[in-house]
C-alpha cells in the first residue's frame, strides 16, 4: 500500500490534528463535528492530506484550528488553551485519523462519508490503548461494510424491490437482511447461499456484493 506522504511528516501531521481538535473543542467551545466539518470544507484539508511541511510542520495545532475558524467564519480570535491532565478522545480521534489518512492514503473527506468522526470517537474506550493498526484493520472494516451496504441497498432500489420482498425471494428472514442494509452485519460473512440468492435476484456478480 502506497501512503498518502513522506512518513518523515507524519508525527507532525497526527500531532496538528489532534491538538486542532482539541483545541477547538476545549478553548473555543465548539462541538467536534462541527468543528471537524469546517476543516473538510476549507483547502486546508487537502494540503493536509498530502503532508503539506508549510502546514503540518510550520503550523501547531492551535494555529491550525485558528485558520480553520478564520476561513469558515472571517474571525480570528486566540483563547487560552485549556489543558487536561492526560490526552482527551478529541486529541486521540484526530491523531487516530492523521495515521489511517497517512496509511491509506484515503481522502479525509471520503473517509469521513464511510467512517465519521462519531463513530471514531465512539471507538476511544476500546481502541486507544491498542496498537495503532488495530484501529487501521476495524476502520478498514467499517468502511468494506459501508461500502457492501450501499450497494446491496441501491441495487434493491435500482430493480424496484422493496425489503421485505427481497427477504421473501431470497429467503433471508426480513431482519437480517436489514442488518446487512444498516452495516451492523457484513455479508462478507454470511452463508455463500444468502450471497449468490441476492446476487441472482439483484442481477449482479457475488463478488460485488462482498467486494
Not at 470544507?41 to 494540503?47: N, Q
Amino acid at each position: 500500500m502506497t501512503s498518502a506522504y513522506d512518513e518523515l511528516y507524519l508525527r507532525n501531521a497526527r500531532s496538528s490534528l489532534a491538538n486542532s481538535l482539541d483545541y477547538a473543542v476545549y478553548s473555543l467551545g465548539y462541538d467536534l463535528e462541527e468543528y471537524y466539518h469546517m476543516f473538510l470544507r476549507c483547502d486546508l484539508t487537502d494540503r493536509f492530506e498530502k503532508g503539506d511541511p508549510f502546514l503540518v510542520s510550520g503550523h501547531s495545532g492551535v494555529e491550525l484550528a485558528l485558520m480553520v475558524v478564520e476561513k469558515n467564519t472571517g474571525k480570528f480570535e486566540v483563547k487560552e488553551r485549556i489543558y487536561h491532565d492526560g490526552k482527551s478522545r478529541e486529541y486521540w480521534c484526530g491523531w487516530a485519523i492523521a495515521y489511517y489518512q497517512w496509511y491509506s492514503a484515503c481522502s479525509l473527506r471520503q473517509l469521513e462519508k464511510e467512517t465519521p468522526i462519531t463513530s471514531i470517537y465512539r471507538m476511544y474506550d476500546k481502541y486507544h490503548e491498542m496498537d495503532i493498526m488495530h484501529f487501521v484493520e476495524r476502520v478498514d472494516d467499517m468502511r468494506q461494510e459501508k461500502r457492501v451496504v450501499t450497494y446491496l441497498k441501491l441495487m434493491r432500489e435500482a430493480i424496484g424491490l422493496s425489503q421485505s420482498e427481497l427477504s421473501r425471494r431470497s429467503g433471508i428472514p426480513l431482519k437480517t437482511l436489514q442488518h446487512y442494509e444498516q452495516g451492523t452485519k457484513s455479508l462478507a460473512k454470511a452463508n455463500a447461499s444468502y450471497v449468490l440468492g441476492l446476487a441472482r435476484i439483484l442481477g449482479c456478480e457475488p463478488r460485488r456484493l462482498i467486494s
